[in-house]
C-alpha cells in the first residue's frame, strides 16, 4: 500500500486535513474536542477546575468575601468605609509548559485495522486517554519544572509538591510519627482549619494501598454490616469526609482539601504532527501540548508527608 494511501486513511477519520492549519496547529473547535476527551477519560480531573488558557502565562483572579461582615445601619444612614466590604482578590499565576508526546504507528497496525470504521477514532481516544493518565500522574508525583537530566517528574510541579511548598507550615503534617493510616488522617484533620472543613466536600486524597490499610484497621473492630462494607471494598469517608484513594499518589503522603481547590491549566493551542516514513513502514505522530497546575488556595490544603525524605 502507497504511504500516501496510508495516510489519507488515516486522515480521514475524527481529526481529518481539513482541521489543521499551516505548522500542524489544530483548529480551535477541534483543540477544544480534544481537551474535552482528555477531561472526560479521567474520573480526577472531571472533578477538580480544568482551565482552558489562550495564553501561556497569565493569571486567574480569585475574589472572596471576609468573614463577619453583616453591620446594623440605622435607616437613613449611610454605612461608614469600615462597613463597606470590598472582596478581596488574589492574582493566581500559571505558566503553561510545553509536553510532547511521540508515537509510531506501524503499518501493520493499519493493515490490521483497514475493516474497522472506529479506527481512527479509536486512535484519537486513545491519545487522549495517555495525555489523561500521564498528566494526573504528573499532578501528583511532579516536582519541579526544569526537567533536568530528562527527569519525567521535573516537567511540571504537581499539587502534592506545590502544597508541600505553599501551605502553611502549621497545615504541614510529618506522617514519619503516625504508626497507621488512621492516625495520620487524624493528624490532618486537627491540621485543618475549621473553616475550611466541609463534611460531604472536603476531601482525602491518598495512595490506595494507604486506602486499603485503613480499610483493615477500621475493619478489625467493625459490626457485621460494617466488616461487610468494608469487604466489599466501599469505605467511601473518614468522619464525614470523603475518601478518594489515587494510585498515581505516593504512600503515606495525604492531600486534604475540597476537589475545586486544584486547578489544572491546558493551553488551547494543540500541535499534532504526522510523518509518514516509508524506509521504516510506519507513521510518526507528534503531539504537542502545554499545561500547568496549582491551587486556589494554599491555606485550605493540609499536606501530610514523612518529612524525614
Request: proline share 4%; charged share 25%.
Amino acid at each position: 500500500m502507497d504511504p500516501r494511501e496510508i495516510l489519507f486513511k488515516i486522515a480521514k477519520g475524527a481529526i481529518a486535513p481539513t482541521d489543521l492549519s499551516v505548522g500542524g496547529v489544530l483548529e480551535p473547535e477541534i483543540a477544544q474536542r480534544f481537551i474535552d476527551l482528555v477531561v472526560d477519560k479521567s474520573k480526577f480531573l472531571k472533578r477538580i477546575a480544568v482551565k482552558r488558557t489562550s495564553k501561556i502565562t497569565g493569571y486567574f483572579k480569585n475574589l472572596d468575601l471576609a468573614d463577619e461582615v453583616l453591620v446594623r445601619v440605622a435607616q437613613g444612614t449611610d454605612p461608614s468605609d469600615d462597613q463597606r466590604t470590598e472582596p478581596s482578590r488574589t492574582d493566581i499565576a500559571y505558566t503553561n509548559l510545553a509536553l510532547q508526546l511521540f508515537y509510531q504507528l506501524l503499518f501493520d497496525a493499519i493493515d490490521d485495522n483497514q475493516g474497522n470504521p472506529n479506527f481512527e477514532s479509536d486512535l484519537e481516544s486513545m491519545f487522549a486517554k495517555k495525555f489523561s493518565n500521564e498528566l494526573v500522574r504528573l499532578g501528583f508525583l511532579g516536582v519541579a519544572e526544569d526537567y533536568a537530566g530528562d527527569a519525567w517528574n521535573r516537567l511540571n510541579k504537581g499539587w502534592l509538591q506545590i502544597a508541600k511548598e505553599q501551605t502553611p507550615l502549621g497545615q504541614r503534617v510529618n506522617t514519619s510519627g503516625a504508626a497507621t493510616v488512621k492516625e495520620m488522617l487524624d493528624d490532618v484533620l486537627a491540621a485543618m482549619p475549621a473553616q475550611y472543613k466541609v463534611q460531604g466536600q472536603t476531601t482525602f486524597l491518598l495512595n490506595i494501598t494507604d486506602w486499603e490499610g485503613l480499610t483493615d484497621e477500621i475493619g478489625t473492630a467493625a459490626s457485621a454490616v460494617l466488616g461487610q462494607i468494608l469487604l466489599d471494598g466501599k469505605l467511601p469517608t473518614y468522619k464525614g469526609y470523603p475518601l478518594l484513594p489515587m494510585e498515581q499518589q505516593p504512600e503515606a503522603t495525604v492531600l486534604f482539601s475540597a476537589l475545586a481547590n486544584y486547578w489544572m491549566t491546558m493551553l488551547t493551542e494543540i500541535k499534532r504532527f504526522r510523518e509518514v516514513r516509508g524506509t521504516k513502514r510506519c507513521i510518526d505522530y507528534t503531539f504537542d501540548l502545554s499545561n500547568d497546575y496549582g491551587l486556589a488556595n494554599p491555606q485550605a490544603v493540609v499536606v501530610a508527608w514523612d518529612q524525614g525524605y
